[in-house]
């Protein structure tokens, strides 16, 4: 597995997941993407992993830079993984326009779920069943068993 930072240029493959949803905004808060990365680990993911997040994270970065890689990383994915344990302190503003965005886009490399204690999800459960005819998920490692699965068709 080969992951792949938004501070480093965008590598092509063919078998490739994203890591959408909500990115904390202090380094107090800590990402979820650290335990999605550990489980792709132990389910042996052979792909690349695009992680919307600097792999030094300092919490500065150029904003034209990650909205450019995040859209070149999105089209390239293989699979888009909706992860969003909303919450105060992650609300997924821009997470809620990506997941509309690319469920109208191609609804069939998209993949969504979230924790059952998360917050003010039922428009977006809501609009995934509707378009999918998918029940969310409510583990992270279902979820991503889910997506490698995706991702090796």
Not at 12 to 33: H, M, V, Y
Not at 99 to 105: M, P, Q, S
Not at 110 to 115: A, K, N, T
């Amino acid at each position: 597995m080969i992951i792949n930072y938004s501070d480093n240029k965008v590598i092509k493959a063919k078998k490739s997941i994203f890591l959408a949803g909500p990115t904390p905004r202090s380094l107090d808060i800590e990402t979820w993407r650290k335990e999605a990365i550990k489980i792709l680990e132990k389910l042996k993911f052979d792909g690349i992993v695009y992680i919307p997040e600097l792999e030094h994270d300092n919490r500065t970065f150029n904003y034209e830079n990650q909205v450019w890689w995040e859209r070149e990383a999105l089209y390239n994915a293989s699979v888009i993984v909706f992860w969003i344990p909303r919450s105060e302190a992650l609300p997924g503003f821009t997470t809620n326009v990506e997941f509309g965005y690319w469920l109208a886009k191609n609804k069939t490399k998209v993949i969504y779920g979230r924790p059952d204690d998360s917050e003010k999800n039922k428009y977006l459960d809501w609009l995934y069943e509707t378009e999918t005819k998918k029940v969310p998920f409510n583990d992270l490692q279902n979820l991503l068993k889910e997506a490698l699965k995706m991702a090796n068709e």
